[in-house]
């Protein structure tokens, strides 16, 4: 079956009675994880983003201290996994804001962590590097006092 496109769909949507489009909401809700998920972000969460940011930067500490240190590939492959479930919270937000605070706090995470793994692995060390330089390019996005406070904090976590 091909989808149709968003605009066919908004249409479609337009005619809908209310309780149609809540059973639709809900019937699209049990499929994947996601749409709950973010339907859950819509509903409760987006009215309180700073609450939103603190309930993912404690999800991140609990990933990290949760870290297989056994060996680096677990730890590449727990790193990798923390950093996939937090852009996938920032996918729900769409704010520029919020993804750049994530992003940064996952970065200082990264280089405090101990025992260090930036230092000992080059995979892990790259993966650090490219999430410094996506921030630093989405900082430039941002208005001038943002940029500024957020490019504080990167100096900070860089040059500890």
């Known amino acids: 079956m091909k989808a149709v ?41 987006s009215a309180d983003e700073d609450g939103y940011i603190n309930r993912i930067k404690m999800e991140i500490d609990n990933q990290f201290d949760m870290l297989n240190t056994n060996n680096y590939i677990y730890i ?7 950093l996939k479930g937090i852009k996938i919270q920032i996918r729900y937000s769409k704010k520029k804001e919020t993804e ?10 990264m280089y405090n962590y101990h025992p260090s793994i930036l230092v000992q692995h080059p995979v892990i060390q790259n993966i650090f590097n490219r999430e410094i330089n996506a921030v630093k390019k ?15 904090e990167l100096a900070r976590i860089i040059e500890k």
């Open 138 to 152: 989405k900082i430039m996005l941002l208005h001038e006092d943002l940029q500024h406070d957020f490019n504080e």
């Open 100 to 109: 750049v605070e994530l992003l940064l706090y996952f970065c200082a995470k």
């Open 5 to 45: 496109t968003i605009k066919e769909l908004k249409a479609e949507l337009s005619h809908c009675s209310t309780n149609e489009m809540i059973d639709l909401i809900l019937h699209l809700s049990k499929f994947k994880k996601e749409n709950k998920e973010l339907l859950t972000y819509s509903l409760f969460e």
């Open 76 to 82: 590449k492959k727990g790193i990798r996994k923390i």
